[in-house]
């Protein structure tokens, strides 16, 4: 497990930070798959359930690209105007 968590940390650390990232498009395209199921089912409660899957998934994505590129981003540029 702790191997496993290394993993995850160096992948983190890296530069591209991928994971950070992939995590909650991961949890969006769950979200996705399973709303698409629970339409064709004719089931509401699965239906709003991945509805809001969805879009946790979509907006913790975009909170994500957003506080790990953009903040990284303006904090280099900070860096420079000094």
Known sequence: MRQFIRVFQR???DE???VTVGV????AGIGAV???IGVAADSDV?????GIVLGVG???ASLARHRGIDYEVFSRLDKLEK
């Open 11 to 13: 992948i983190n650390d």
């Open 16 to 18: 591209r930070g991928h």
């Open 24 to 27: 909650p498009s991961l949890l």
């Open 34 to 36: 399973a709303l698409g």
């Open 46 to 50: 699965v239906a709003i359930i991945a």
């Open 58 to 60: 979509v907006f913790g």
